[in-house]
Nanobody, 124 residues
Framework: QAQLVESGGGLVQAGGSLRLSCADSRRTFSIYSMGWFRQAPGKEREFVGAISARGSMTYYADSVKGRFTISRDNAKNTGYLQMNSLKPEDTAVYYC?????????????????WGQGTQVTVSS
């Protein structure tokens, strides 16, 4: 099973960039599709984007399309979320998640494994 650890969060000004990483310490990463979710205070966890196991397909929420890019390096057992043109409304705890099998990617219940989350704060 995957064991995911996120890193790369922090405080950035609006318009800035951050890159989040999600590492699988069990080295099983290449068999999983990976998703990114975020949760702002008082709100439900929401889908940000996802990438297929081999990286050939990516999916994004409309709110981040054109600003965020998901990628992965299976040789390094690591996935990435590049966030550009950040806005204050992007402020949230960001989580990576992994799944194997099934067709769903957009809801939290589609994923079996989760990281601990990393805080992203965008100041105006």
């Amino acid at each position: 099973q995957a064991q995911l650890v996120e890193s790369g969060g922090g405080l950035v000004q609006a318009g800035g960039s951050l890159r989040l990483s999600c590492a699988d310490s069990r080295r099983t990463f290449s068999i999983y599709s990976m998703g990114w979710f975020r949760q702002a205070p008082g709100k439900e966890r929401e889908f940000v984007g996802a990438i297929s196991a081999r990286g050939s397909m990516t999916y994004y929420a409309d709110s981040v399309k054109g600003r965020f890019t998901i990628s992965r390096d299976n040789a390094k057992n690591t996935g990435y979320l590049q966030m550009n043109s950040l806005k204050p409304e992007d402020t949230a705890v960001y989580y990576c998640a992994a799944k194997v099998g099934g067709s769903g990617i957009y809801v939290t219940s589609d994923y079996a494994y989760w990281g601990q989350g990393t805080q992203v704060t965008v100041s105006s």
